[in-house]
């Protein structure tokens, strides 16, 4: 059974930054390509950025050039990068594997995102 946990939300004002952490735990994590998700209260869950298990990363276009995604397959840890944080930005942020819904795994309790003056 793999467990994801989620870590480094947090309150912050317009322009700060946050680095979010996934550890991933009982799966062999280099093998796929992860990324991180993130709910806002009353609307979808969407992916911001995903990254292949090589290292090649990919962002929504509201995030790219302000997010990074990066990846420790030694710590089995995947990061997230937070840059020039916008209101719109504030989120439960969760990681989870990319791809096909079926792949995925047990969604975490998600790191809380506020990101507000």
């Known amino acids: 059974q793999v467990q994801l946990v989620e870590s480094g939300g947090g309150l912050v004002q317009p322009g700060g930054s946050l680095r979010l952490s996934c550890v991933a735990s009982?799966?062999?994590?280099?093998?796929?390509?992860m990324g991180w998700y993130r709910q806002a209260p009353g609307k979808q869950r969407e992916l911001v950025a995903g990254?292949?298990?090589?290292?090649?990363?990919d962002y929504a276009d509201s995030v790219k050039g302000r997010f990074t995604i990066s990846r420790d397959n030694a710590k089995n840890t995947v990061y997230l990068q937070m840059n020039s944080l916008k209101p719109e930005d504030s989120a439960v942020y969760y990681c989870?594997?990319?791809?096909?819904?079926?792949?995925?795994?047990?969604w975490g309790q998600g790191t809380q995102v506020t990101v507000s003056s």
């Open positions: 009982g799966s062999i994590f280099s093998a796929y390509g």
């Open positions: 990254i292949t298990s090589g290292g090649s990363a």
């Open positions: 989870n594997r990319v791809g096909p819904v079926f792949l995925r795994h047990a």
